[in-house]
């Protein structure tokens, strides 16, 4: 999934957190009402203006976040 149309960085929105693009919803937001066990259906529900993709290019931003900031722990 290219998330890259879909996520956008504004230094003047939401403190230059990642947003959906043309929406003032965070990445984090998505993120956290996924992890607290709402549905795909309850999300899109409570924010209309959401797409499934939408959804699914905030799980592919935080995925690629997580393997470019994830550092091996050093052998001793």
């Given at each position: 999934?290219?998330?890259r149309n879909l996520i956008t960085i504004?230094?003047?929105k939401r403190?230059?957190?990642s947003c959906i693009c043309g929406l003032r919803i965070t990445v984090y937001e998505v993120l956290e009402y996924l992890a607290s066990e709402m549905t795909e259906?309850?999300?899109?529900?409570?924010?209309p203006d959401l797409t499934r993709e939408d959804l699914k290019a905030c799980i592919a931003y935080a995925a690629d976040r997580e393997r470019?900031?994830?550092?091996?722990?050093?052998?001793?």
């Open positions: 999934m290219n998330y504004e230094p003047n403190g230059g957190k259906a309850e999300i899109l529900d409570d924010f470019r900031f994830t550092i091996a722990p050093l052998s001793t």
